[in-house]
């Protein structure tokens, strides 16, 4: 870990989800001991691949780094750019509405979508 020490982009860190840090694990999901969490703070993903200091440094290296967001614009194409725009002019309050709004549409439609995909291959539409 020490290839990582003082840099300003990876942060490696663990918690021991069993003492001080139940809340952070409870947080982001954390069920399973030993998990490995890569990814934006605010959007952190399972990793699945090999366990070796060599299998997660070639990862990190391959695959981490900035993106696109707030902080790297200049890493977005121009259509994600307008819409990370639009949605910094966006309080908190608003943002969280809209991710309810589409979550719970999201939630109702693909069940629905996917029983027609059913119905229509019953058919032999598909």
């Given amino acids: 870990m020490s290839d990582f020490k003082g840099s300003p982009t990876a942060l490696i860190a663990d918690a021991d989800c069993t003492t001080d840090g139940k809340s952070l694990c409870e947080k982001h999901g954390v069920s399973g001991y030993p998990t490995i969490k890569y990814g934006d703070v ?15 440094k070639k990862f990190a ?20 750019r307008t819409k990370v725009e639009d ?14 709004g589409i979550t719970t549409k999201f939630e109702k439609d693909i069940p629905v979508m996917k029983k027609v995909i059913g119905y229509h291959k019953s058919k032999g539409k598909a």
Avoid: F, H, W
Wanted: aromatic fraction near 6%; include cysteine.
């Fill in 61 to 80: 290296e391959e695959n981490l780094g900035p993106t696109c967001g707030p902080d790297n614009l200049d890493l977005c194409d121009a259509g994600t």
């Fill in 42 to 56: 605010g959007d952190l993903k399972d990793y699945q691949g090999g366990r070796s200091y060599a299998e997660l």
């Fill in 87 to 100: 949605y910094m002019k966006l309080d908190v309050v608003k943002l969280r509405e809209k991710i309810d």
